[in-house]
């Protein structure tokens, strides 16, 4: 018997994040950002998505996903240029994956390519 694919969760913020998306593809308008970090932490989903935020100085845009890494969390971040910030639609629809920790590259994310294209939701 084939497992279900995770469910998918568009959040337009992580801020709202709740216990039911626990085991989820949680899908955020948010910036990968280190504020994000406490929220991602608070719930278990399969997999957090971000957007890149443009990267920023000292890669303040992504600062979540390496330490979501050392949590144990996988996520990643879609460009800034393929989806607007504040959409998660608009990251699972167009996103383009432009950072990814090494939990999400296990799950099969690969940076370069499409959100929707790694992560196989129905």
């Not at 971000?50 to 845009?61: L, Q, R, S």
């Not at 990814?100 to 499409?114: H, K």
């Amino acid at each position: 018997m084939r497992a279900a694919a995770p469910r998918l969760v568009l959040l337009v913020s992580v801020t709202t994040v709740q216990q039911e998306h626990a085991g989820c593809v949680v899908v955020t308008g948010s910036h990968g950002g280190a504020s994000v970090v406490r929220y991602a932490r608070a719930v278990a989903a399969l997999i957090y998505v971000f957007n890149d935020a443009g990267i920023g100085k000292d890669e303040a845009g992504i600062g979540a996903l390496a330490e979501l890494e050392r949590a144990g969390v996988a996520a990643a971040a879609v460009s800034h240029l393929t989806a607007r910030i504040g959409e998660a639609s608009d990251a699972w629809e167009h996103g383009v994956v432009s950072r990814a920790n090494s939990q999400a590259l296990a799950l099969g994310v690969q940076v370069g390519r499409p959100l929707r294209d790694s992560l196989h939701i129905a």
